[in-house]
């Protein structure tokens, strides 16, 4: 076991199981197969090919677009295609700072292959032993990966706020870590990553942000999502990243970034390059 | 003009014009098609072919192998295919971590298309009012990129000596930076790229370091190789960057990973995941 298995872990994918999804002409996700077959269903939204999935190009904008893609969900949500619909609308666009062509239920973003982005803290104390890190323990009701481990602070990116703003929003609700603490958060990079899930594909982007706590603060969920936190010495974070699955998928990516970015594998190690190559596919 | 600009220039290649360069059949370089046509003299030592150029696998170790290439190199000296030897020695592998198969005068690196390591090192001051940068400006008479701005510290990777010993001998060089306070030095990254220069094909590696100076720490070069140093407010370094080809092509990019890094470039900035990206292509 090592690092460079959990980046393996998230780049799992057999493109020839998928289609792309085409939307004003540019490709913005992918269709696997046996769900490209019920869309095959919605004639006036989709022309379903052997190449691809094309959204009528005669829905004329945003609005039309978004309103067409409802009952379709609706429907895979029906066919079990779609699990757990979030109520939470994310963009769908050719890149991140593009205008979106449309709005799709969150919990459909996998089943369009369609890229999401979301925030991820590093929730982190300084000690003269060392770096000791907050982890999350993730709720066992959670709909997604009950009872996992998470970074500190985690969400997804919806439409209308800045990654700022949906940054200082999820530390409040996740850690009760306050505004004005939060917004001492520093942006550090990105990871990216392509795997398939049960639900479609997920070609995705989290923004890694690094926050250095106080020694007396202490988080407390709000929302439910998070059971507790322990604060872990940076040596145990390494171990269980390295040694087992753990931490959701994800979150061992955004914790190799932050190893790498403070020193904590050396450039020595035989994997070294291919960690930092391998953190943003 | 921006830092994508520069990311663009560290990349610029046509791989149609070169050939793979195989050592134990393994490849380890690329061979322009001109320089390949002057190897073709060397029939105990090459093979030529329209698609490789192949080491003779004849040569059965690291000192035999190393040792036909000496002529060869100093053939392509008098040529004029490789300007200004360096009497360093560099190892051909087929990863950094590999035992080398061969040792190569550094300045036929190049010609042979063979990957280069380095370090550089960003020396920074925290002030009140922000970070600074300290900079280095090359001396005139350096046979690469005279007169340009550099990182505070940079070295190639030679042989025999690991990658923080060497960054503590070229802090000491470069900048007499004392031990005690280089080996505090962090570890933060990798930048990679590949781009055509007038003697070859870089396919480089460069190994990046943050070190944090006292704010009354004074930098002075040892080995003539940096005419001076000036610390610059980091607004002007950015700006610099993104809107100059002043600084050595590659020290952009570990300038550019270091702002990703601190925060100083925001996330929500249009190019941030193709800038996060480029600089580990």
């Not at 779609?82 to 089943?111: C, D, K, N, Q, S």
Request: proline share 7%; aromatic share 10%.
């Amino acid at each position: 076991m090592s690092f460079l298995d959990r980046i393996r872990e998230c780049n799992q994918v057999n493109l020839r199981r998928f289609r792309p999804f085409i939307v004003v002409g540019a490709q913005v996700g992918y269709v696997r197969t046996d769900i490209a077959a019920l869309l095959k269903y919605f004639r006036d939204t989709f022309d379903v090919t052997r190449e691809a999935v094309i959204l009528n190009p005669d829905l004329g904008d945003f609005d039309e677009r978004s309103a067409a893609m409802k009952p379709v969900v609706e429907a895979l949500v029906e066919d079990g295609a779609i699990t757990a619909p979030r109520g939470e609308l994310y963009p769908v666009a050719t890149h991140f700072t593009a205008a979106p062509l449309m709005a799709l239920e969150r919990a459909a973003v996998p089943a369009f292959g369609v890229r999401a982005y979301g925030v991820h803290m590093n929730g982190f104390v300084q000690r003269k032993g060392g770096i000791e890190m907050w982890i999350g323990f993730r709720a066992k009701d959670k709909p997604t990966f009950p009872g996992m481990l998470d970074n500190m602070v985690a969400g997804g990116q919806p439409m209308g706020i800045s990654l700022q703003e949906n940054l200082i929003k999820e530390c409040a609700e996740e850690a009760a870590i306050p505004r004005e603490l939060a917004i001492l958060a520093t942006p550090v990079g990105a990871i990216t990553y392509r795997t398939e899930s049960t639900d479609g594909l997920k070609p995705d982007v989290q923004f890694c942000y690094d926050l250095e706590l106080p020694g007396d603060f202490v988080p407390r969920n709000t929302d439910g999502e998070i059971e507790h936190f322990e604060l872990w010495p940076i040596e145990q974070v390494m171990e269980t990243v390295a040694e087992t699955t753990k931490f959701k998928f994800n979150c061992n990516l955004v914790i190799i970034d932050f190893l790498v970015r403070h020193g904590l594998i050396p450039p020595d190690d035989p994997d070294y390059l291919e960690i930092v190559r391998g953190l943003r596919q």
